[in-house]
């Protein structure tokens, strides 16, 4: 077993109303990201 095989399935987990944590599946979270590493204020 590989360390990859352990994170698989990842279910999501709600911390709050405004954040969670979920898998990354590149085709729905690519525009966030771009959002996020191009606001200057998130660095």
């Given at each position: 077993?590989?360390?990859?095989d352990?994170f698989?399935e990842?279910?999501?987990?709600?911390i709050?109303?405004?954040?969670?944590?979920?898998?990354?599946v590149?085709?729905n979270?690519?525009?966030?990201?771009?959002n996020?590493y191009?606001?200057?204020?998130?660095?």
């Amino acid at each position: 077993m590989s360390f990859n095989d352990n994170f698989k399935e990842f279910h999501e987990i709600k911390i709050d109303t405004h954040l969670r944590l979920h898998q990354h599946v590149p085709d729905n979270d690519a525009k966030d990201f771009f959002n996020i590493y191009h606001d200057i204020e998130a660095f």
